[in-house]
């Protein structure tokens, strides 16, 4: 599985932003997809993941702004981005697995495919 995310870029606070990443060599579905960020300076953090193409979990942090949403069909996932803050400012990575348990869907060490990331920085 190859992943590729797109869309960032440099928005105002309150911005809204949509970011896609398209995955290629093999369908997706029944896959556990993430959305992971990371700032500078910090760790990677969990933001959003549909597991296993079932249910979305979100980070606390951004529970109400953003939506995760996934198209089997094009082998593509989205994050929809609403009031934005500068403190979402990070490069933001997706990433599938196909064998995680629900346990396992917060730690970005167990997924076994990734992206190369895309910038959003949002100004204040």
């Known amino acids: 599985v190859q992943l590729q995310a797109f869309g960032g870029g440099l928005v105002q606070a309150g911005d809204s932003l949509r970011l896609s990443c398209a995955s290629s060599?093999?369908?997706?579905?029944?896959?556990?997809l993430g959305w992971f960020r990371q700032a500078p300076g910090k760790e990677r953090e969990f933001v959003g993941t549909s597991f296993r193409g079932t249910r979305i979990y979100y980070a606390d942090s951004v529970k109400g702004r953003f939506t995760f949403s996934r198209d089997n069909g094009k082998n593509t996932v989205y994050l929809q981005m609403n009031s934005l803050k500068p403190e979402d400012t990070a490069i933001y990575y997706c990433?599938?697995?196909?064998?995680?348990?629900?346990?396992?869907?917060?730690?970005?060490?167990?997924?076994?495919?990734w992206g190369q990331g895309t910038l959003v920085t949002v100004s204040s």
């Open positions: 990433a599938a697995d196909s064998r995680l348990i629900l346990s396992s869907i917060y730690n970005p060490d167990n997924y076994d495919y």
């Open positions: 060599g093999r369908s997706i579905s029944g896959y556990t």
